[in-house]
């Protein structure tokens, strides 16, 4: 366990830095529009663009932990996974992985180029869980504007 902390150390900072950023009291009742998603680029070790979150976001993030399968065995955040999105839920979301049960409030997507993609997400001690899902991410890039942009291309399966 303690190794899998230490190689994950870089994609930790990366989801402590998009946390901090946007770190406000948590008030799922509340009316206020939904924080927005952000998008970190790994190389350049910042948040590069935000996008609005609403209901069609919220519902897409949500089928991603719906369709998570397993934990991943690792994660490697570097050129293979230029990319990783956070998006801040508008309720907790229970997860359940393989006799593995957490409530996650937000949502880390992995995107990446040449590996599958992968979700980080914290449960409320704020450990961190890397998962391993079967939902495609097209829509979320087709509604982000960045479907077709470059980095952003098909696999040859067909997902992004």
């Known amino acids: 366990m303690i190794a899998r902390i230490v190689r994950m150390t870089p994609v930790l900072l990366a989801a402590a830095m998009l946390t901090l950023s946007a770190a406000v009291p948590v008030a799922f009742a509340s009316t206020e529009p939904l924080k927005p ?8 070790g910042r948040v ?4 609005d979150n609403d209901a069609q976001i919220q ?3 949500h089928g991603w932990l719906r369709s998570a399968y397993a934990l ?7 050129k293979e996974c230029p990319f990783v999105f956070r998006v801040p839920l508008d309720k ?13 409030h937000d949502v880390f ?16 001690q704020r450990r961190p869980y890397v998962l391993l899902f079967k939902a495609d991410i097209t829509p979320f890039l087709q509604k982000t504007g960045l479907a077709g942009q470059p980095g952003f291309a098909r696999k040859p399966d067909g997902r992004s």
């Open 48 to 51: 590069v663009r935000s996008f």
């Open 72 to 78: 991943s065995p690792r994660i490697k955040a570097d």
């Open 109 to 124: 997507l992995f995107y990446c180029r040449d590996a599958e993609h992968t979700l980080l997400v914290f449960d409320e």
């Open 37 to 44: 998603i952000q998008m970190f680029d790994t190389a350049a």
């Open 59 to 61: 519902e897409m993030a």
């Open 92 to 104: 907790p979301a229970a997860v359940h992985v393989k006799g593995t049960s957490l409530t996650t």
